[in-house]
């Protein structure tokens, strides 16, 4: 069974920091992709950032701010968020893509929510 549990949402005011942990279960670790998504209220998912073999990858608005890493001993990747907007604020969601494969997997998302 996939398990994607993620964990380090909170409230924090403008231009401070929250750390996102996501941790993976079932899966062999290193045949995925694994990335951050966010959803607004209102708004569609949209892409973050992710990391594979081939490198990171981060939407142009985070560029700079946050930075996507992985622990594959512990099976865990995290998304180091600094300089936090109000714009910033979703409920952000864990991925696990197989790099080779149709495997698409989801966490069940954690608050982030900014004040400004």
């Known amino acids: 069974q996939v398990q994607l549990v993620e964990s380090g949402g909170g409230l924090v005011q403008a231009g401070g920091s929250l750390t996102l942990s996501c941790e993976a279960s079932g899966i062999i670790f290193s045949l995925y992709r694994m990335g951050w998504y966010r959803q607004a209220p209102g708004r569609q998912r949209e892409f973050v950032a992710d990391?594979?073999?081939?490198?990171?990858t981060y939407t142009d608005s985070v560029k700079g701010r946050f930075t996507i890493s992985v622990d594959n001993v512990k099976k865990t990747v995290y998304l180091q968020m600094d300089r936090l907007r109000p714009d910033d604020t979703a409920v952000y969601y864990c991925?696990?893509?197989?790099?080779?494969?149709?495997?698409?997997?989801w966490g069940q998302g954690t608050q982030v929510t900014v004040s400004s």
């Open positions: 991925n696990a893509r197989r790099e080779r494969g149709p495997q698409n997997y």
């Open positions: 990391i594979k073999i081939a490198g990171v």
